[in-house]
């Protein structure tokens, strides 16, 4: 499909089985189970063919949707990582802390718990 450009064609396909693909193909057997009660058919036995035809379809596209945001979430990972690299000044690796610093109020309760910072 042409959802995605071609840099984005490197990426690893993403899994057959993903929560996109599974909850689209779902949503359209359900819609074909709808159907089918609301022309007053028993929903599992009538329209066998629609409902695996609608399932394939909600797959085929969450399948597609997976890939898109894989592609998206990889663009935006790549301009952040090119961000901090033009701007090291701005991203200086902070010190370690230990649970003594951000929270002075309850050192007390768990001075024998905690460990102490060196």
């Given amino acids: 499909m042409g959802f995605v450009p071609d840099e984005g064609k490197s990426l690893a396909p993403p899994g057959i089985v993903n929560r996109n ?3 689209l193909s779902g949503m359209g057997w359900v819609s074909a189970m709808l159907q089918n009660a609301f022309n007053h058919r028993p929903p599992l ?5 629609r409902q695996v035809l609608l399932a394939t379809i909600g797959w085929f596209i969450g399948y597609h949707i997976t890939k898109y945001e894989n592609y998206t979430y990889a663009r935006l990972d790549r301009d ?29 309760i768990f001075r024998n718990y905690v460990l102490k910072c060196s």
């Avoid at 036995?45 to 063919?49: A, E, I, L, R």
């Fill in 21 to 23: 693909s599974v909850w």
């Fill in 45 to 49: 036995k009538s329209g066998v063919h």
């Fill in 80 to 108: 952040m990582n090119e961000y901090i690299k033009l701007h090291p000044e701005r991203f200086q690796p902070k010190g370690l802390s230990c649970f003594h610093s951000f929270s002075p109020f309850f050192i007390h």
